[in-house]
């Protein structure tokens, strides 16, 4: 895959400026360039167009049953033009509107478990400061293990980790991974499919085969489905956490429009500087 991104998708980026109102980050304003069209959909990062994308996601019956948000087929979800998932452009549509992410020079970013698009378009922007990592390693993709990540600590500013937790058996080990190498004031997206109606995240250990996970937390490579505790297990590694409503960031046709999911919110976690 090129580094290039489609006109929309740099026009975009090109455009965002003012600051917003998200506290602690320097966050940019909407763009003229990237209006909602009503009826249409688009995508952000290819601009593909059309009245429907393709269904997407995993039709496994309990993520239907414990209305787990972010996980489950959805319609709409995948990009016909480039491949582009719900997931990732929400995040790429944060970064680009509420973020400095493409618009700061010596940004050190880590993208872990990159998607295609996203990690496409931040190896992009951000340059140098670009590093991804996986637990198996690809072309520009690092073999490195969230949960002993070999980096300095307070040595990134951004990191993305859009829907990795849930792969994860130790996964306040990563958490406390993640804490360690953020600089102070450093911030994390951390999405993961979370059931909001549940109050404690449901795992449990024995459950290990990938037809018995399938079952229980509906896919083969999932070893839970969060629960509202999971905000918790973020502060317990001392983290600041903010769940952001993208309605309310983009606007409800911006939702419709670029084809997200109407009710998976950002979750975004900061290190607190020291007073
Ligand atoms: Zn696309």
Redesign the pocket.
Known sequence: MSGDL?GAARSALASASAPCQVKNMAVSTSDPSMVARTGLLT??????EAYRFCSYGLDTAVFAEKHVVGGGRRPNGL??????VDRERLVFLFLVRCTRVFHQSGLALLHVAPEP?LGCALRCFVGRGYRAIDLQPSPGVEAMDLTALQMSETSIDVAICNHVFEHIEEDRLAMRELFRILRPGGWAVVQVPIAYGMRCTYEDRSIRSPEARTVAFGQHDHVRIYGLDYFERLRSVEFDVRVLEPARLFGNDAIESFALLPNEKLIVVQKRKAP
């Open positions: 489609s995508c952000v990062f290819c601009g593909f990009c016909p033009g480039c491949g582009s698009l």
